[in-house]
């Protein structure tokens, strides 16, 4: 079975600083997408990076970027510049196809100080 | 982007009675919807795959008959909490799609039971 290991229950970040969240994960399917969420208080679940496992390119969405290293099943999100507004609860999710819904880790609480 | 809906957004029921959650998909079409349960500070815990025309497939250790699930149109999957306990009290989110870019989460649903 499919596994996603988030390792850092809390991270803290000053406001404009950059912070690394870790994950790994666990597989033996050579096809899966790896994804990062962000849920702030409002419990809504939002996208914030994807990233096809077929893909040797790391994905980059604007202040975020991940480090893919599908050897190590490593998958960490880089934010840069970090902001007020990235508080929030950040989990790392699997998705593999054969089921169709996403695996997620145990999430990392984000706080972003001023 | 895609938009899915729940309703309630929060609902406080009695012990004993039952609670129906609704999932809507608003400007597409769904032939899968996932319910997943969030208890406070943890993480999406996957309860069932909602098929439309089909019964739903449940999670080892979610009880089928306890939250039943209705997933009778392409735009609407529902859940039914029976005879709910204090126990069953957590956020509960819908998310409809089943492909890797096709992940759409609802804003979820907050039961307490008392």
């Known amino acids: 079975a499919q596994t996603v290991t988030q390792s850092q229950p809390e991270m803290s970040v000053q406001e404009a600083e950059t912070v690394t969240l870790s994950c790994t994960y666990d597989t033996s399917e050579s096809d899966y997408y790896l994804f990062w969420y962000k849920q702030p208080p409002s419990r809504q679940m939002i996208l914030v990076i994807r990233q096809e496992a077929y893909k040797q390119q790391n994905a980059t969405e604007n202040r975020f970027s991940v480090n893919f290293q599908k050897a190590a099943k490593s998958f960490s999100l880089k934010i840069s510049d970090s902001q007020l507004g990235d508080a929030a609860m950040y989990f790392c999710a699997y998705y593999g196809g054969s089921q169709g819904n996403l695996i997620f880790g145990k999430g990392t609480k984000l706080s972003v100080k001023p | 982007g895609a938009v899915v809906s729940q309703h309630p957004s929060r609902v406080i029921c009695k012990s004993g009675t039952s609670v129906k959650i609704e999932c809507r998909s608003l400007?597409?079409?769904?032939?899968?919807m996932f319910w997943y349960r969030q208890f406070p500070k943890q993480s999406l815990m996957l309860m069932a795959t909602?098929?439309?025309?089909?019964?739903?497939?449940?999670e080892q250790g979610v009880e089928k008959d306890k939250f039943l699930i209705n997933h009778a149109s392409l735009t609407l999957s529902t859940l039914t909490v029976t005879s709910a306990h204090p126990e069953d009290s957590s956020f509960y989110i819908c998310?409809?799609?089943?492909?890797?870019?096709?992940?759409?989460f609802g804003p979820g649903t907050r039961l307490t039971v008392t």
């Open positions: 998310s409809a799609g089943g492909g890797p870019y096709e992940q759409y």
């Open positions: 909602s098929n439309e025309g089909s019964k739903a497939t449940y």
């Open positions: 400007d597409f079409q769904a032939t899968t």
